[in-house]
T-cell receptor, first 112, second 114 residues
C-alpha cells in the first residue's frame, strides 16, 4: 500500500488560513487522496477527497500537485473547533476488496 | 452518511477475560471494518468484517485473539479475547456503503484492562 507522510503537528491562529501538507510520492494512478480528521474523543470524520483536480466543499479545499505526489488540505479560516488530528489517506477507488490505512496524521492546534 | 452505534461505549475489564463489542448501522452497508487506536496513537486496521464469511485480518492480528462476526449487512461484533493491559485501547467500527466510497466511524468503545 502506498504511504503518506505528514508533519506531526502544526499551529495556526484563529481566523487565519491553514495549509496542511501531505506527501505521497508512491501514489498510483488509481489512488484517491482522502482527508479525515479526528476531533478529541470522537471517531474520525470525512473532510474531503480528490483524484487529480482541486476540490472544494463547505469544510475545506484540497489542492493536488500536478504530479499527484503531494497534496494540501486548506482550511480557509481556522476556528477553535478545527483543532484535531488530520489524516491524509490514499485509497483505491476501484471495485473489489479495499481498505483505509491511516498514517500518523498532523495534530493541528488553533490558537485563540 | 451512516449512523453507527457501538456498545459498550466504555468498559473496564479484568485481565484474562473477554469482551464483545457490537456495531450496529442504521441501514445496509457493503463494507465494515474494525480499527484499534491505542492511547495517543493513530488508527490501526484490525480486520475487514465480511458478511457471511470469515473476516480478513491484517498483519499482526489473528482470529483467535480478535474473533469477528458479521451475520448481516447492518451488524458486526468484535471480541477481544483473553485480555491483557496491552489491549487497553479504543476500538472503532467503520462502514462504507459501497466499494470506494467514504467511510464513516462510530464513536468507539473505550476499553481499559486492569
Amino acid at each position: 500500500d502506498a504511504k503518506t507522510t505528514q508533519p506531526n503537528s502544526m499551529e495556526s491562529n484563529e481566523e487565519e488560513p491553514v495549509h496542511l501538507p501531505c506527501n505521497h510520492s508512491t501514489i498510483s494512478g488509481t489512488d484517491y487522496i482522502h482527508w479525515y480528521r479526528q476531533l478529541p474523543s470522537q471517531g474520525p470524520e470525512y473532510v474531503i477527497h480528490g483524484l487529480t483536480s482541486n476540490v472544494n466543499n463547505r469544510m475545506a479545499s484540497l489542492a493536488i500537485a500536478e504530479d499527484r505526489k503531494s497534496s494540501t488540505l486548506i482550511l480557509h479560516r481556522a476556528t477553535l473547533r478545527d483543532a484535531a488530528v488530520y489524516y491524509c489517506i490514499l485509497h483505491k477507488g476501484s471495485s473489489g476488496t479495499y481498505k483505509y490505512i491511516f498514517g500518523t496524521g498532523t495534530r493541528l492546534k488553533v490558537l485563540a | 452518511s451512516a449512523v453507527i452505534s457501538q456498545k459498550p461505549s466504555r468498559d473496564i475489564c479484568q485481565r484474562g477475560t473477554s469482551l464483545t463489542i457490537q456495531c450496529q448501522v442504521d441501514s445496509q452497508v457493503t463494507m465494515m471494518f474494525w480499527y484499534r487506536q491505542q492511547p495517543g496513537q493513530s488508527l490501526t486496521l484490525i480486520a475487514t468484517a465480511n458478511q457471511g464469511s470469515e473476516a480478513t485480518y491484517e498483519s499482526g492480528f489473528v482470529i483467535d485473539k480478535f474473533p469477528i462476526s458479521r451475520p448481516n449487512l447492518t451488524f458486526s461484533t468484535l471480541t477481544v479475547s483473553n485480555m491483557s493491559p496491552e489491549d487497553s485501547s479504543i476500538y472503532l467500527c467503520s462502514v462504507s456503503r459501497a466499494t470506494g466510497n467514504t467511510i464513516y466511524f462510530g464513536e468507539g468503545s473505550w476499553l481499559t484492562v486492569v
